[in-house]
């Protein structure tokens, strides 16, 4: 279990060095349009849960405290839930990317916000639905000062 948990990260670590390091590139927006790349982390979970799915279920099914960490205090666990962690942070880090570009939010802001996104998964996801509403309150004030200088200017 040591050396999957150790591997795990090199599933996603290139996808997120894409968003973060190159951005703007027509490469990393084609390869994050597509949601394999979600794939490898999703089968390596699906792989490490099957085996012992009779015992998560219950589990995940009538959550108690005791019972998840139960579950997640063991080396088998704490890799499950890790991959887990790897894999919806890389789900939720490409939309994140790819909704950002589409709204032409700066890669230097985006950058701390997908690193916290990779880190702290919904920390950084609220941070971005901070970062984009901003963005658009700015935009629309831009629009209009925009608008008023050109009635001006007619």
Sequence with gaps: MD???????????????????LPRSRWTRRIMESPLV????????TAL?????????????????????SLLGSPAGA?????HFLAFDLFVGRWVYLDSRDR???????????????????????????????????ARARGGIAASLRAEEA
């Design 79 to 83: 890799t499950i839930g890790w991959v």
């Design 38 to 45: 979600i794939v490898a982390p999703a089968l390596l979970y």
């Design 104 to 138: 032409e939010i700066s890669p230097w802001i985006m950058a701390p916000v997908l690193y916290l996104t990779l880190m702290l998964g919904p920390m950084g996801f609220a941070l971005y639905l901070a970062v984009r509403a901003v963005t658009e309150r700015s």
């Design 3 to 21: 050396r999957v948990f150790g591997l795990s990260g090199f599933l996603v670590l290139p996808f997120w060095a894409l968003m973060i390091f």
């Design 49 to 69: 849960v099957l085996p012992v799915v009779g015992e998560v279920l219950p589990i995940v099914n009538r959550p108690s405290l005791a019972a998840v960490a």
